[in-house]
């Protein structure tokens, strides 16, 4: 069975620059989230689409902004990065009218800040 | 503000024996939980979940206890396998679009 896509699985990146977290759902599936989870820590609830639109928002930076696109992968899109941005993005997906039961989360995307 | 927590950061159990990672919650207006299991750079992949309508839900050797006055959730796995080693997160959800995860708790199963 298809599963949620995220690219790239790994990524380095200087202080400052930028860097954008793609995921892919799976099919059929309407909503996106994305989660953070730091060493050592558990995973933080970021943002969260469905249909295409904004629809919660957690602890995620100014710096940070993400879209989903008419194809319903969404992009984690982050800016001005620090050193503490460094952690595993992970993106989950599910269908709405399945509740929570369908709730699956990529493999994440390994961010490393230097 | 720990909404969900998991007060055991390891258990370690032998082949075969049960075991039991616990989970406590703070928020009365949670009313769906979830388990996951963990393996290093993975993600979080599902194991079993339950409604706050119910107090036990059971898929092959796991089990979920959910107990609502005390707001405590307890996984059982039996017999414990090897393959079980992973970090298991609690998760809780109140009809919003996200999950409260506990802090997990990184279970080893030994021969």
């Known amino acids: 069975a298809a599963g949620v896509i995220q690219s790239p699985r790994h990524l380095i990146k200087e202080k400052r620059e930028t860097a954008t977290l793609k995921c892919y759902p799976i099919?059929?599936?309407?909503?996106v989230y994305w989660y953070q989870q730091g060493p050592g820590q558990d995973p933080q609830f970021l943002i969260s689409?469905?249909?295409?639109?904004?629809?919660d928002k957690g602890s995620i930076p100014d710096r940070f902004s993400a879209q989903q696109f008419s194809d319903y992968h969404s992009e984690l899109n982050m800016s001005s990065l620090e050193l503490g941005d460094s952690a595993l993005y992970f993106c989950?997906?599910?269908?709405?009218?399945?509740?929570?039961?369908?709730?699956?989360f990529g493999s994440g995307t390994r961010l490393t800040v230097v | 503000d720990q909404q969900v927590k998991q007060n055991s950061p390891s258990l370690s159990v032998q082949e075969g024996r049960i075991s039991i990672l616990n989970c406590d919650y703070t928020?009365?207006?949670?009313?769906?939980f979830l388990w996951y299991k963990k393996y290093p750079a993975e993600g979080p992949t599902f194991l079993i979940s339950?409604?706050?309508?119910?107090d036990k839900n059971e898929d092959g050797r796991f089990t979920v206890f959910l107990n609502k006055s005390a707001k405590h959730l307890s996984l059982h796995i039996v017999p414990s396998q090897p393959g079980d080693s992973a970090v298991y997160f609690c998760?809780?959800?109140?009809?919003?679009?996200?999950?409260?995860f506990g802090t997990g708790t990184r279970l080893q199963v030994f021969p």
């Open positions: 989950a997906s599910r269908r709405r009218a399945q509740g929570n039961y369908g709730y699956t």
């Open positions: 099919p059929r599936h309407d909503t």
């Open positions: 689409f469905y249909e295409k639109m904004q629809s």
């Open positions: 928020n009365s207006m949670f009313d769906y």
């Open positions: 339950i409604s706050s309508i119910k």
């Open positions: 998760a809780a959800d109140r009809g919003t679009d996200k999950l409260i």
